[in-house]
């Protein structure tokens, strides 16, 4: 059964400050990882969506890596802003399931300050 | 943009009432779901639909049901709402071709709280 796993479930960190959020997962028979951004008591918003054929995919400020034959993803974003502040998650979209099923993790929250 | 709307953001019910929350698409997709989120549980799958009056369970589908009678409006329904019900609910939707490169867009969620 696939589970989808992120470290740290919050992180603070001054502005300006380079981060890692890291997400890791079960099985590697996925179509594909997905990183989205959610604001308190808003729906989700899609960052970046990385194939599994894919290493990485970058986005402004944002770059998202796969590796998965170690079922590893990390996002990075560069020189962070208070408007980074929210609730980031990553999701897989496991092979055998139709391709409907995707599976979240329980998302890393960060809080940048000014 | 792809847009995605939730009719109510939030709900206050109570115990036993049939409860029905209702999501539009305005981009003609095939696909869309029906997840609730919990603190430190994630997104949970309740139900999807591929296609008109098509259907299929999620994860946790206990306690729901859908209906897509038109392309663009995904209903969940709470037949008989309970305390455990109270959640985050999100709709989302996204197209049928090249799952691969799929990506889901979300409503704004409905915060549900059964009393």
């Known amino acids: 059964k696939q589970e989808v796993t992120q470290i740290p479930a919050a992180l603070s960190v001054p502005e300006g400050e380079n981060l890692v959020l890291n997400c890791s997962f079960t099985?590697?028979?996925?179509?594909?990882l997905q990183w989205f951004r959610q604001d308190p008591g808003k729906g989700l918003t899609s960052l970046l969506l990385?194939?599994?054929?894919?290493r990485e995919q970058t986005s402004g400020r944002l770059n998202a890596s796969l590796d998965k034959s170690s079922g590893r993803s990390t996002l990075y974003i560069a020189a962070s802003q208070p408007g980074d502040s929210a609730t980031y998650l990553c999701?897989?979209?496991?092979?055998?399931?139709?391709?409907?099923?995707?599976?979240f993790g329980a998302g890393t929250r960060l809080f940048v300050k000014a | 943009d792809v847009k995605v709307t939730q009719s109510s953001r939030y709900l206050v019910k109570r115990t036993g009432e049939k409860v029905f929350l209702e999501c539009v698409q305005d981009?003609?997709?095939?696909?869309m779901f029906w997840y609730r989120q919990d603190p430190g549980l994630g997104l949970r799958l309740i139900y999807f639909?591929?296609?008109?009056?098509?259907?299929e369970k999620g994860d946790i589908p206990e306690g729901y049901s859908v209906s897509r009678e038109k392309k663009e409006r995904f209903s969940l329904i709470l037949e008989s709402a309970s305390t455990n019900q109270t959640s985050m609910y999100l709709c989302?939707?996204?197209?049928?071709?090249?799952?691969?490169?799929?990506?889901?867009?979300f409503g704004a969620g409905t915060r549900l709280s059964v009393l």
């Open positions: 989302a939707s996204s197209y049928h071709r090249v799952l691969a490169k799929n990506i889901q867009y």
């Open positions: 099985d590697s028979a996925i179509y594909n």
């Open positions: 990385i194939q599994s054929s894919q």
């Open positions: 999701a897989v979209r496991p092979k055998g399931t139709g391709g409907f099923k995707t599976i």
């Open positions: 981009m003609d997709h095939e696909n």
């Open positions: 639909s591929y296609d008109v009056k098509m259907k």
